[in-house]
């Protein structure tokens, strides 16, 4: 299976907070990641397999009072697979309006599927309206649940959307916190460097694997953006490695010039472990500052 996605984006139109946000219907669901909707597991799994219906398990959380505002799937290379493979969810409790700060709004990412690719994971996940940029808010502090193909599942996941939502506080700290460590253009480039060295490690020969330069990961992209400190710096990163769109240009086997840019990273391991790694990053120069 490829970690790549459908057309279908989690960053939905929807995924607002003010007048303009709405949660997903069925059918807008079906239409984003149809494994969603999967009640059985892919032949290939064995019979001690549990399949969880995606789609049971949110109509039980919509009674909680969540609602979905973004959706996702991977694409399956295997034909027969496409129905059962990977799948990812945004759900933000529909009668809440606290879990925010400024533009970053909590949410409880869902991943599941039914052809052994992944167990049932749940994230506590920030979400920047102003660029419509995720990020996993991951740590060693705060809370993941992993939910396996066995036994009795929905239960569990409940229990685990609301374990992760405790988290709330902690993950929307970060921005105050971090806005008020104000980084030299040294730190900076460190902070750039060590992304780098996460988003585009060397080869086997230790080369360089890009054109691109820790620096460019520093780029501005919008007015608001120009500050520096942690969390505005940790956001232009953050939104540079995984939306691409870096110039990439440089010389091919034959010394002539290729003119390229940097992809998105759209896969959900890749982007989700991406995230983690930089999230984790931040928190170690928040910690550094604060000493």
Not at 127 to 140: A, D, G, H
Request: net charge positive.
């Amino acid at each position: 299976m490829t970690a790549h996605l459908r057309s279908g984006s989690i960053y939905t139109s929807t995924a607002r907070f003010d007048a303009g946000q709405r949660f997903l219907g069925e059918d807008e669901i079906r239409q984003l990641a149809p494994s969603v909707f999967a009640t059985e597991a892919h032949d290939s799994r064995s019979a001690k397999f549990r399949p969880i219906a995606t789609i049971e398990v949110l109509r039980l959380l919509d009674k909680e009072g969540f609602g979905v505002v973004g959706a996702v799937q991977s694409v399956a290379r295997i034909e027969d697979r496409k129905d059962y493979t990977k799948h990812m969810l945004r759900l933000r409790k529909r009668d809440d309006v606290q879990r925010r700060v400024g533009d970053n709004v909590f949410e409880v990412l869902l991943k599941n599927a039914n052809d052994g690719t992944a167990a049932y994971d749940l994230l506590s996940g920030l979400f920047r309206i102003s660029c419509l940029n995720s990020l996993v808010s991951m740590s060693t502090q705060l809370t993941t649940q992993k939910v396996r193909h066995s036994g009795d599942v929905a239960p569990k996941v409940i229990e685990g959307v609301f374990s992760v939502l405790n988290d709330a506080d902690r993950a929307l700290s970060a921005p105050d916190q971090w806005g008020q460590l104000q980084l030299s253009a040294p730190e900076q480039q460190l902070f750039a460097k060590a992304a780098h060295a996460i988003r585009f490690p060397v080869d086997e020969h230790n080369n360089a694997t890009t054109n691109v330069k820790p620096e460019h990961l520093l780029k501005v992209r919008r007015t608001e953006d120009r500050q520096e400190d942690l969390w505005t710096v940790f956001n232009r990163v953050q939104e540079n490695v995984i939306r691409g769109g870096l110039d990439n240009t440089g010389l091919n086997a034959a010394g002539q010039l290729r003119r390229a840019s940097t992809r998105a990273v759209k896969g959900i391991d890749q982007s989700t472990a991406l995230n983690r790694a930089l999230w984790t990053l931040g928190e170690e120069m928040a910690a550094l500052k604060a000493a």
